[in-house]
């Protein structure tokens, strides 16, 4: 799929600098004063653009800034601001031992190999990774770089101070998305970002070209609403991490962010200000019962607003985008924070709802019956600890815990500092059965019997603890990990990478795992899954330089209040 490149090839190692810190010096860190620790590379530190509270950003509110609040959340870690240097983003790992004294785990320099392996090439230059490279089965279309499977991939690039990949996959991605789309008769929304394109290679004309898919080749023809999220959050990414904002202020990109945010911001028949989505949209791409208001999205969108807001120019265009993503930010956070938030507290009170309630003081305002509460969510929930739930919407609430849309609620600031330190300790509570023998569960828990057979349709794919339903992802060690490291403990995030470690090599990078603790090997995932490695390496390299959470962390913003509601399990 791809040709040796002499500039990208390093034999799987990374090159060598020294870090903020060992991964054994992490737990002794003050992440609240990590902003006021020197630099060992002498770094020249500024308040960056993307440091500004949304107060400072819109032009809906006062044009006096306020001062910044200096007083931080007990253990709660808001990211340090550094200004990229050609040598600060290079990792110590793959090295033979680090001046901090660090062990590379031997897996690195192996999953750097693979990574490189997995790179694709369009006309001489990287523009992505391929989905797996398993030479055992059947491509389908794993031979296709993914718009969400490259985040990680793009993220372990940046760390490692190789920039120009992300570039070239942020400009590919984006000439795609001008493309003509259509399904059968009917035209796509002019912002759709594809889910994936492949290189096609003529070897009689000797030429190349690019193919994509928005959808109209997915299982059930759905377009990927997540795609244009991960492709905002990506270029802020990179903007943050090479501090070079050029990128992002090419008029392309910004038409590109505009047009995205033109699908999600127009005005509708909706009362709430999430986002109506179909099934099978997102990660879970198949159908799961995850259609409506799913957390993964809704988290996502939260995020990709955040970035935008701090992307766009001011310029006449820009000034109107800003203006409405502020109030839907305003209105977004209050309304996840009341309706989606569980914790024993809410989950007592919704036990003791009445039903039938007319008029704006109903306190079950999606009249949901408790009767349809499910069994297991009393027995699943600590006294000590939350989550926001899978969906809410009129009389119906999905109580399933899902791993991608808590840790983005995390690194987005989406949760409050008390809510994100909720989510960490009912996952320590919870470790069985969210991480079990191999980290991490998509979704928990899985759905059986007659219900997985009204739900997925009988997918045999999505079978009880399999796959989407309850299967468990390697992938998402880097999002535990950033939201470890942002509530300042990495200890789980550790304790995560090791049970990961003892099975990934051996097993070769599967994509997930089977099981109710995730002990074998998933019946049809592919082998030398790109993002599995990806994932892998992004966890290590923020455990070791905790700096690099900046590019996919954003801070909480104090102007965005939190809903009045509190609990004993939000007391840290």
């Known amino acids: ?127 992505g990774t391929i989905a797996a490279s398993d030479t055992t089965e059947e491509n389908l279309n794993y031979d296709q770089v993914f718009v969400r499977d490259f985040v990680p991939s793009g993220l372990a690039f940046l760390m490692n101070g190789e920039p120009e ?147 766009l120019k001011h310029d006449d265009e820009g000034k109107e985008f800003i203006e409405r993503i502020s109030k839907r930010l305003h209105a977004l956070s209050y309304h996840m924070r009341s309706y989606f938030w569980l914790d024993f507290k809410q989950l007592n009170d919704i036990y003791r709802y009445k039903t039938e309630e007319y008029s704006h003081t109903a306190v079950n305002k999606f009249n949901v019956i408790p009767d349809s509460l499910p069994d297991w969510v009393f027995d699943f929930m600590p006294t000590r600890g939350g989550y926001f739930i899978g969906n809410v919407s009129p009389a119906r609430m999905d109580f399933r815990w899902f791993c991608l849309g808590n840790c983005v609620a995390i690194l987005s600031s989406l949760a409050t500092p008390e809510q994100s330190m909720a989510i960490m300790d009912l996952i320590e509570s919870r470790w069985e059965e969210l991480a079990g023998e191999m980290p991490l569960k998509v979704c928990y828990p899985a759905i059986e019997n007659h219900e997985w057979k009204i739900v997925t349709g009988c997918d045999p794919k999505n079978t009880r603890w399999s796959y989407h339903n309850g299967g468990s992802w390697p992938v998402l060690l880097w999002l535990l990990t950033a939201a470890s490291i942002k509530t300042g403990r990495p200890q789980i995030a550790r304790r995560a990478i090791e049970l990961a470690e003892s099975r990934l090599l051996k097993d070769n990078w599967p994509e997930y795992y089977d099981g109710k603790l995730g002990r074998y090997v998933g019946k049809q995932a592919r082998k030398f899954q790109t993002w599995s490695v990806a994932g892998y390496l992004v966890a290590k390299m923020m455990l070791e330089d905790p700096s690099h959470l900046g590019m996919i962390a954003l801070e909480d913003d104090k102007q965005m209040k939190p809903a009045m509601r509190r609990s004993n399990s939000w007391t840290c």
């Open 1 to 127: 799929m791809s040709a040796p490149n002499a500039d990208l090839s390093h034999n799987g190692d990374m090159r060598h600098v020294d870090s903020l810190c060992s991964v054994a010096e992490i737990d002794e860190i003050d992440f609240s004063k990590l902003l006021d620790k020197p630099c060992l590379l002498n770094m020249e530190r500024k308040r960056s653009f993307d440091e500004r509270s949304l107060s400072e950003l819109s032009i809906a509110v006062s044009p006096h800034p306020s001062s910044r609040n200096a007083e931080n959340t007990s253990r709660f870690f808001e990211p340090p601001e550094y200004v990229f240097s050609p040598c600060s983003r290079m990792s110590l790992m793959g090295t033979p031992r680090s001046q901090m004294g660090f062990e590379p785990h031997p897996m690195i320099g192996e999953a750097w190999a693979n990574l490189r392996r997995s790179l694709v090439f369009f006309r001489g230059q990287p523009v």
């Open 165 to 311: 990949i992300v570039k070239n996959f942020i400009l590919k991605t984006l000439r795609l998305q001008s493309w003509e789309k259509k399904i059968d008769r009917f035209h796509l929304g002019e912002g759709v970002m594809p889910a994936s394109f492949k290189v096609l290679h003529d070897p009689v004309r000797n030429s190349e070209t690019l193919i994509a898919d928005f959808g109209e080749s997915a299982i059930g023809r759905v377009a990927p609403v997540d795609s244009g999220f991960w492709w905002i959050i990506l270029l802020r990414a990179y903007t943050k991490s090479t501090g070079d904002s050029s990128l992002a202020e090419l008029p392309e990109c910004q038409k590109g962010m505009r047009l995205i945010l033109s699908l999600c911001l127009s005005e509708g028949f909706d009362t709430f200000p999430t986002l109506l989505c179909a099934d099978g949209c997102c990660m879970i791409d198949r159908r799961m019962g995850v259609y409506g208001y799913p957390i993964e999205i809704q988290a996502l969108f939260f995020m990709a607003l955040r970035c935008a807001l701090l992307l």
